[in-house]
């Protein structure tokens, strides 16, 4: 039997197989399809303040091995969250950690304060890197100064595990990661989509409705796995790698880059089962090459 | 109580040419599964096709439960359909069904019209063939540019009254659907309405059916990436606001919308 469980800061996962914000729901939307509590973990949807509409559609354009989406964080809000959300999963057996949006400091600072009062959610994401929205989101993660702002003032309300969730559009990975490392941050999370386009030459029309949007899928995973080795090289905290994963080679590529974790993001669109398969296929890895703990891959890149 | 959604590897049983550009295939599940309804679609996976990245969603024409098979109506629109058209019997076809909501059966002495276009015409048949109705008060009206572009529909024909229209006026009523006399001057003899085919024929058809003050639902269409509510990206802006076509529709009641 071998052990697949790790450590984000305090907080125990039982493997490290989370899926990615914006691909799950809010766990109930995937629940025909796999036993929840096999995950290492859930984050939900990006969650704002205030209900969002999200942008026009069109919001996706399917790209070669990708897609492009601008769906611009539709959701409800936290108080939906916390009333009617929030009860029906809270009792799930997994890290259920919550996606956290603002356009101003203060949005994210009033957000977690009020996450903060929920038992069961033991972490949150802050995502400083959403492509899709025109005020904030990514906007506090393509600088060191903004990103230290952002992050220093939730550290100072939010208890728990704080994960910071970074944008790939920047010159320097690395650099924002030590950054918001300095401010705190327990863990940091990539990347998050990257700034893409598509047109139609037909019309000579951008095809989505915010004229760019953000780059998922395999087509992104050589610069994701680039840059968590980058961040992993460069920081003392635990790195969650994402993007671009469909299979368990693809998620212990990223381990050996050094991420502690996972999130499977786009795949799950194609196959809502694709998670519970990484799992079971990192298992079989470890039998296979006879490996105790999955703490041994983790940055076990041999140069 | 809905049946559960599933992520299936089908059996291809049949692909068969229906004309210049329609297919139906026929695939076989190795699990039992029932309560499928007019309007709900299933979402195929499209194996080695150059740039295909997501599934395609195609509307049920058709079940059987005893054999465990689904039909479906596909029309060759783009890379995606193109190769699905290509697999041969025997084949494994994976997909995830059953998914949306369907069109509210109609009560027991409704009087229905039921309008397709393209590939729309799938669920309208089902429709036709499941709603139990007396075959006198079902009308089914389809539309298509040419008698090449209509598919064989002989094997419904006895669930309904057949009536077609064709934009050079080789089979049935010339011009659109909306130019049929049951459409554009017998429509108040319904009391329900139903439809799948191009937006603007949708369009056209809600509206006339708002000004009439007759029930209608309506099939939407809309690029979709997972298809099961979580990537949010095929959303239609109703009067309540966006709401996921492949979960909350793709079947809406015209006044939820914008038309």
């Known amino acids: 039997m071998v052990n697949l469980g790790i450590k984000i800061h305090e907080l125990e996962f039982k493997n490290p197989v989370l899926t990615a914000s914006g691909t799950c729901g809010f766990g109930k939307e995937i629940a025909d399809f796999m036993d929840l509590s096999l995950l290492g973990g859930l984050v939900v949807k990006g969650t704002t303040l205030k209900h969002r509409e999200g942008n026009a559609y069109p919001r996706m354009a399917e790209t070669p091995s990708g897609m492009l989406n601008a769906v611009g964080l539709q959701n409800k809000g936290v108080d939906n969250f916390i009333t009617n959300i929030y009860p029906g999963i809270k009792d799930l057996d997994t890290n259920i950690i919550v996606n956290v949006n603002g356009s101003t400091v203060e949005d994210y600072v009033a957000l977690t304060e009020r996450l903060n009062e929920l038992d069961r959610i033991p972490a949150i994401e802050l995502n400083i890197s959403c492509p899709n929205v025109k005020e904030g989101g990514m906007a506090f993660g393509i600088s060191c100064a903004s990103a230290e702002a952002v992050v220093k003032a939730v550290r ?50 951008p095809v989505l409705s915010t004229i760019t949007g953000g780059l998922s899928g395999p087509a992104i995973k050589p610069i994701a796995l680039r840059m968590v080795w980058q961040v992993f090289n460069a920081v003392k905290i635990p790195v969650i790698g994402m993007g671009g994963i469909m299979n368990a080679t693809d998620a212990i590529e990223f381990l050996i880059a050094g991420a502690s974790a996972v999130q499977v993001g786009t795949a799950i669109f194609i196959d809502p089962t694709i998670p519970i398969q990484i799992i079971d296929g990192i298992s079989s890895y470890m039998e296979c090459h006879k490996i105790q703990s999955v703490n041994e891959i983790i940055g076990s890149l041999q140069c | 109580m809905c049946m559960k959604k599933t992520v299936t590897n089908f059996l291809l049983l049949e692909n068969k040419q229906l004309n210049n550009d329609n297919f139906r295939l026929l695939l076989q599940s190795p699990n039992p599964f029932s309560d499928i309804f007019p309007g709900q679609f299933i979402n195929v996976e499209i194996k080695e096709a150059k740039e295909v990245f997501l599934r395609r969603p195609f509307s049920i024409l058709d079940v059987n439960y005893n054999q465990r098979t689904i039909s479906l109506l596909v029309k060759i629109l783009g890379r995606g359909s193109k190769k699905l058209t290509e697999s041969a019997a025997g084949q494994t076809i994976n997909a995830i069904f059953p998914l949306g909501q369907s069109f509210t059966l109609p009560d027991k002495f409704d009087r229905i019209l039921l309008i397709g276009g393209g590939s729309g015409v799938a669920p309208m048949l089902f429709m036709a063939k499941i709603c139990g109705l007396d075959p006198a008060n079902v009308t089914v009206l389809i539309g298509a540019r040419s008698v090449s572009d209509h598919i064989d529909v002989s094997e419904y024909l006895s669930f309904g009254q057949f009536l077609f229209t064709t934009e050079d006026g080789s089979l049935g009523e010339k011009g659109y659907v909306t130019n049929h006399p049951v459409f554009s001057e017998r429509l108040n003899q319904y009391d329900k309405i139903y439809t799948c085919g191009p937006n603007l024929m949708m369009k056209a058809i809600g509206r006339k059916a708002i000004e009439n003050n007759i029930f209608c639902e309506v099939s939407l269409e809309n690029s979709m990436a997972c298809g099961f509510g979580v990537c949010l990206c095929c959303v239609e802006d109703t009067k309540t606001g966006h709401k996921c076509v492949c979960t909350d529709g793709p079947v809406f009641n015209v006044n939820d919308l914008k038309w």
């Not at chain 1, 100072?156 to 918001?180: F, G, H, M, Q």
């Open chain 1, 156 to 205: 100072k309300v939010y208890r728990k595990t704080l994960i910071v969730k970074l944008s790939p559009n920047v010159t320097d990975i690395a650099e924002i990661a030590k950054a918001v490392e300095g401010q705190g941050a327990d863990s940091v999370s990539l990347i998050n989509t990257l700034l893409g386009m598509a047109i139609n030459a037909e019309t000579r029309k």
